[in-house]
Structure formats: structure tokens, C-alpha cells
């Protein structure tokens, strides 16, 4: 008995449902490839509302810490997924870089309507963090989508290590306070967007060298946060 594929069987409904569930994703992304303007506006759209949200997501605790000091997610993930999006690295990076800048601005004009005074200089240290930081990350989300496990799970690694950093600091000082310092809500929003990404990385294999990654790229993590924390202490002139 013939048990190869016949040109029928190969035409039959259900294999051009699963061509169809494929070729879908890879459409919108052409679309978005060849209307650079939309994919761009969208960047923006994307980056000012999360910057904005966090404004919202870090008024909820009740201390006052320095500027992104309880929340990462909002300012990593949506570069991260633009440049998932994207076809080309090149366009991935910019568009990345253009999301991160414009999630700064997000937060620059809420608490701009919002709070009675902030330093403006802090802003132009995250401007640059946000312009190598998000182009990094934009470059990455492209990667994001390769066939080889090893380089999709280093690209997923690399923004939930940026994650885990902050995740680590905000639990402690939630347990030490008790609850009092740190809003339940902020904790849950990292880790939604941290499982966000484990989802989206294809393959359990893939998933667990992602976790490690993040594990081993966190140490670095923690004292590039202290630096970037550090210049912003230094732009604010309060020393």
C-alpha cells in the first residue's frame, strides 16, 4: 500500500488550515515590513501607553523610590515584542529603540500633568538608556524568533534576566515591609509579563536555558542597575 502523501491529501483542508494558521502571522508581519511608518507608529503607541501605565503601576506603592526603581516590565517587554514583530533586525532595533524612548516620554508626560515637580535631567539619562537599551532589545525580539533553540532561549533570557532583577528587589523589600511598601499589584504585573515571554518561547527545552540565562545574566544585571541608578542619582544633583 502507497502511504505517501498524495497531491490530494497534501491539498486536503486540513493541511491548508495549518499553512493557513502559519502564513497568517508571517502576513502581518510583511504588512507591517512594507508600511515602515505604521510599524513605527505603532512603536510609539505602544511604548508612550506603557510608560504611561507605569506611572499608574508605581503610584500604587505607597514609597517613593527613584525613577523605574519597583517596575521594569512595562519598559522591556513592548521593545522586546515590537521587534518580535519585525522582519528585518535592522528595523527590529530601530523600532525597539523607538518604543523604550517613547515609554520614557510616556511617563515624562503624565508626571508632567500629574506630579507638582521632577528633575527633567533625570529623563535624559533614561533618553540614552532608553535609546541603546531598547534597540538591544528590539535587535533580540527579532532573534526571538529563530529556529535554533539555543539563540531563542539566550533572547528570551536577556529581558527576563532585566526582569528578575527588579522582581528580586521588589519582593524582598515586599516581605520586609510586610506589604506596606510595595503594592501586591506591581509583583503580579512582572511576573505576568515574565510568563508572557516563557509562553511565547517555543519549545520546553528552549524555555528552561531561557530560565538559566536569565539566572546568570541577572548578576551582571544587578550592577548595570546600580550604574544606571547611580547616573541618574549623579543628573539629579541631589548628593
Known sequence: MNTNPTPSSRNSPAGGENRSQQELPSAIRDFLDQHLGLFLALSVGAGFGCGALAVFVDG????????LEWSVGLYVTPPFLIGWMAVRSR?????????YLSAVLGHLAITHLTADDYNMREYWVWVLVGFITGALLGFLGNRFRSHVPGVRAFAAGFPLGLIAVF??????AYVRSGGE???LGVLLLEGVLALLLLALCRGWAARGVALVWAAVLSIPFAFGMLSVFSLVWFASGDY
Open 91 to 99: 528595523t527590529a532595533a530601530i523600532a525597539g529603540s523607538v518604543t
Open 167 to 172: 522582581l528580586w528587589v521588589s519582593v524582598r
Open 181 to 183: 511598601d510595595i503594592h
Open 60 to 67: 500604587l506603592s505607597s514609597e517613593g523610590l527613584p525613577f
